[in-house]
Antibody, heavy 118, light 107 residues
């Protein structure tokens, strides 16, 4: 069974750094781009960016460019979303999903809750 | 950036009723429009890809239509399990974007 498994919930302070992960299994990881999607508490879905795991080429939404970094390590079938300096407004659930280029199928991670509070 | 405007924001519907959700794009996106369903405390799920192609396993009461700037998701004969938020999403132009969502409540 194909699936994406995300790392666990995180509680951080403003200014701290963080990297969350998304590991694919049950399918060829390099076959589908991975997108990251933010959902702030009680709000809708926001597309942050995507990465081609075969060569690590990434696109970003202007709303997130410069604040997050998307990367991937195809040798371990894992994509990452990284912050160098968190803000309280980064508090949200973050999903990874195989959408953004090919929509023949969609696999979603279970979501990672990131809480940023002093 | 292409803005997707969904309407309504919220709809309270009785079972077996028909639901129509619209999504309007700020510029033409051809058929690069997809519909997702997100049930409470769950990850989203793709229902319809490229405006009108239903995903395997999705109940036949869900259908999508439209092209260019105007799109519709229709739920024929709503069932209790359809209580969810529904989002349109465009993949035609970077940056990809989502609509604001439509919450469907069962009366």
């Amino acid at each position: 069974e194909a699936q994406l498994v995300q790392s666990g919930a995180e509680a951080k302070k403003p200014g701290e750094s963080l990297r969350i992960s998304c590991q694919g299994s049950g399918y060829t990881f390099t076959s589908y781009w991975i997108s990251w999607v933010r959902q702030m508490p009680g709000k809708g879905l926001e597309w942050m960016g995507r990465i081609d795991p075969s060569d690590s080429y990434a696109d970003y939404s202007p709303s997130f460019q410069g604040h997050v970094t998307i990367s991937a390590d195809k040798s371990i079938s894992t994509a990452y979303l990284q912050w160098s300096s968190l803000k309280a407004s980064d508090t949200a659930i973050y999903y990874c999903a195989t959408i953004g280029f090919n929509y023949d199928t969609d696999y979603w991670g279970q979501g990672t809750l990131v809480t940023v509070s002093s | 950036e292409i803005v997707l405007t969904q309407s309504p924001d919220f709809q309270s519907v009785t079972p077996k009723e028909k639901v129509t959700i619209t999504c309007r794009a700020s510029q033409s996106i051809g058929s690069g429009l997809h519909w997702f369903q997100q049930k409470p405390d769950q990850s989203p799920k793709l229902l319809v890809k490229y405006a009108s192609q239903s995903m395997p396993g999705v109940p036949s009461r869900f259908s999508g239509s439209g092209s260019g700037t105007d799109f519709t998701l229709t739920i024929n004969s709503l069932e209790a399990e359809d209580a969810a938020a529904y989002y349109c999403h465009q993949s035609s132009t970077l940056p990809l974007t989502f609509g604001g969502g439509t919450k469907v409540e069962i009366k």
